[in-house]
Nanobody, 125 residues
Framework: QVQLLESGGGSVQAGGSLRLSCTAS????????MGWFRQAPGKERETVAR????????YYADSVKGRFAMSQDNATITVYLQMNSLRPEDTAMYYC??????????????????WGQGTQVTVSS
């Protein structure tokens, strides 16, 4: 059973930075697409970013392009989300996720197979 363990998050002022990490355990496979969704109170869960472990290709929501960056550590099956120039609208619970492919069809909350426990990111103005 694959488990995703998240760390990072916290509270920062607007313009600040945070880094999230997510490590997969219970598997040795690297045939996953991993990344984050986020959900603010009263809103639907939305995509933030994802990375394909095999290709290293990254995908970002328009709202975070140029501010957020994903990276990976193949040895530990860990992905990172570096979040810079944070804005109050980035405030949300961030959930790590893993699916078989970074194809848009797979990267949907309804199709996510594995979720992390979630970590809160709060950005104050």
């Amino acid at each position: 059973q694959v488990q995703l363990l998240e760390s990072g998050g916290g509270s920062v002022q607007a313009g600040g930075s945070l880094r999230l990490s997510c490590t997969a355990s219970g598997t040795t496979s690297r045939n996953y697409c991993m990344g984050w969704f986020r959900q603010a109170p009263g809103k639907e869960r939305e995509t933030v970013a994802r990375i394909g472990f095999g290709s290293g290709r990254t995908y970002y929501a328009d709202s975070v392009k140029g501010r957020f960056a994903m990276s990976q550590d193949n040895a530990t099956i860990t992905v990172y989300l570096q979040m810079n120039s944070l804005r109050p609208e980035d405030t949300a619970m961030y959930y790590c996720a893993a699916v078989p492919s970074c194809d848009k069809w797979w990267w949907s909350p309804e199709r996510v197979q594995y979720w992390g426990q979630g970590t809160q990111v709060t950005v104050s103005s």
